[in-house]
Each structure stands twice: as C-alpha cells, then as structure tokens.
C-alpha cells in the first residue's frame, strides 16, 4: 500500500472502512489533504478529510475521508465513494494502471 504522507491512524480508519466493503488488498493513491480535521485526533492534524484513489487488481474508487452522522465515511454522503472507470482517470491512469499490475503480481505470489 502506498500512502504518501498520510498519518498511520488515517490509514487505519480507511483500512477499517474498507474492509467492512471487503476490500482487502489495495493501494491507496493520489492522496490529497483537504484541510479539515476530523474527530478522534489525539494529536492536531492526526485525522484529516483526505481525498485520493483507492486501487484494486480489478477497480479503481474515488474516497473521500470525512466524518458524517458520528463516524468516518469514505465520503459516501457527498457522492465521492464510486467505482471509477479506467478510460474516466485523467493524469493518474498510467500509476493506477502500475499499481493494479503490483496489486495481480502479489496475488500472483
């Protein structure tokens, strides 16, 4: 998993909502702090809305970190959640495309 400068407890909330999804083996990318701290923080800027790409040997989604009605979201009330498909991923398409040939190769292994 690649996740740039984001804190461990930001990748533990999105390793947790992801799993409840099923999704199990990913990277995150393209990660991009949205300025916004959210609750559960034990330190300032520990838990961050955070946009980015969450890629799978198969799927790419669009998440948005966020905090709606008491807990975290992948941004699912604000629409950001979604599967997104390759040929609609602009200047990202070739790095997703690299990740998803890492992602098969460790399911390979």
């Given at each position: 998993m690649l996740y740039g400068e984001m804190t461990d407890r930001e990748v533990e909330?999105?390793?947790q909502l992801l799993v409840e999804r099923g999704i199990t083996e990913y990277e995150i990318m393209g990660a991009v702090n949205e300025g916004?701290?959210?609750p559960?923080?034990?330190y300032p800027c520990e838990i961050?809305?955070?946009?980015?790409?969450i890629v799978t040997t198969t799927k790419v989604y669009l998440f948005w970190l966020d905090w709606f009605e008491g807990r975290y979201t992948?941004?699912?009330h604000r629409g950001f959640w979604e599967?997104?498909?390759l040929d609609k991923i602009g200047a990202d398409k070739e790095l997703i495309m690299e990740a998803q040939q890492r992602l098969k190769q460790r399911k390979a292994t």
């Open positions: 909330i999105i390793n916004k701290s959210l559960g923080s034990t961050e809305e955070i946009s980015g790409w992948l941004g699912e599967e997104v498909p």
